[in-house]
């Protein structure tokens, strides 16, 4: 073969240039979390799980379920004794692909110690949600959406709570019905490319409680996706890769995580002879080229990358608790009532808002004039970390479903 018959071979094809740079593009993607922080409707289209290069689905659906905790840690004490914490989001890492998952195990091991105590109430609480003190993973569902009242924006991640999940899901099986029985057929009324109605989410207030709504708007004209708009969809980074991304950064917070429940419950856990076999397990599983690393110093570059994935405390964790507070008829002069405060001053201090705490103004005016100097300062609204907020007590098991909130996860 000579020179010129070898270059010709080696051509690439519009295929191939066009596959390279939807791999070049998804690496480079940065996914973003749609936030609902004012009160009003919020219309968006649902987006469909994007096919494989292929042509094969991994899931034929609109959304991807996840489970994930919250984990506040308290930062050493400095100088003036100030306690303050900090946040770092985990998924389930066996749903992840992992081996096992600490906080599983951590929670099973400690419920035992707790039952073998005789100490039936900690059992409890260590084997309830984050809210009130224990290891619970929160449940919710993933999907990508546009914001129709800001389509230019592109592709954003929404996170529903699994009641909020369920809701949506229960309108759109409502309708769907409605549409087969006219037209056989019929794709999903939410998510389908050409057919897909806009969901309409309303935050609103009802009394000192803020609550989500949600409806299908079937009258208006169907919310078509163009053909530029699936070419970015299957460009975009998929949405398991953000969900379940586990890092060593945060096995080593977990670690950090763990180590101070063990003092909170009283135990020693981590010193279990199953729990050291699965930190050794899922310590050998990630990957080695993996450097990142866990710091209490919010400066280092790991802590801001974890940061920009989507760690920090959302206004939406602070009304949660506040509502579970109110459900339990506990003040703020409860010691979870404190506890909910000092999560306030950090989120202050988080958005650098100037909201001043006084001994007189009430964890619920707080939250109020919080969320009214968001609305005004769209620079402190900008620097907020997009995340999903985890919903407390999710229904892993109806039965156990609070009041809803119809907050979004």
């Given amino acids: ?36 922080d004012k009160l009003g409707v919020y219309r968006l289209r649902i987006l469909p799980i994007a096919p494989n290069r292929d042509g094969t689905n991994d899931r034929r659906s609109y959304e991807y ?15 003036n004794g100030k306690v303050t914490s900090m946040y770092v989001t985990v998924p389930r890492t066996t749903d992840a692909g992992f081996t096992v998952d600490l906080i599983d195990t951590y929670r099973k091991l400690a419920v035992a110690e707790a039952q073998n105590r005789g100490d039936e109430k900690l059992a409890e609480k260590i084997g309830g949600g984050s809210f009130g003190g224990g290891l619970k993973f929160n449940y919710g569902h993933v999907m990508y959406i546009l914001d129709l009242n800001e389509r230019a924006k592109g592709f954003q991640l929404l996170t529903l709570s699994h009641a909020q999940f369920k809701e949506l899901d229960e309108r759109k099986f409502k309708l769907w019905q409605k549409k087969l029985a006219k037209s056989p057929g019929f794709p999903c009324p939410i998510s389908s490319v050409y057919n897909a109605y806009p969901v309409e989410i309303e935050k609103k207030k009802n009394g000192s409680k803020t609550e989500y709504s949600i409806e299908i708007d079937n009258e208006s004209e169907n919310e078509v996706l ?6 970015k969809l299957m460009a975009a980074t998929r949405i398991p890769e953000i969900i379940y991304r586990y890092s060593r950064y945060q096995y080593e917070a977990t670690l950090e995580y763990l180590k101070q429940c063990d003092a909170k419950y009283g135990m020693s856990i981590l010193g279990d002879r199953d729990m050291q076999e699965a930190i050794e397990t899922l310590g050998s599983e990630i ?14 570059k790991d802590a801001k990358e974890n940061a920009s994935n989507g760690t920090g405390l959302l206004l939406d964790d602070l009304f949660n608790r506040y509502d579970e507070l109110q459900d339990k008829g506990l003040s703020d002069k409860t010691e979870e009532g404190q506890e909910l405060r000092g999560l306030i001053r950090q989120f202050i201090e988080q958005e650098k808002l100037s909201v001043r705490i006084t001994r007189s103004t009430t964890n619920k005016e707080l939250l109020d004039l919080i969320e009214e100097a968001l609305e005004t300062d769209p620079q ?20 156990q479903e609070s009041t809803e909130r119809r907050r979004r996860r």
């Fill in 380 to 399: 402190a609204e900008a620097e907020q970390v997009p995340t999903p907020e985890p919903e407390p007590e999710l229904a892993a098991e109806p039965a």
């Fill in 226 to 231: 163009t053909g530029e708009e699936l070419t």
């Fill in 287 to 300: 990957p080695k080229e993996d450097t990142s690393s866990f710091s209490f110093d919010k400066r280092t």
């Fill in 1 to 36: 073969m000579s020179v010129e018959e070898m270059f010709l071979a080696s051509q690439e094809s519009y295929e191939e240039a066009q596959t390279r740079a939807l791999e070049e593009n998804k690496s480079f993607a940065k996914a973003e979390f749609f936030r609902m």
């Fill in 65 to 79: 379920p996840v489970r994930q905790l919250l984990m506040e840690l308290e930062k050493p004490a400095t100088g």
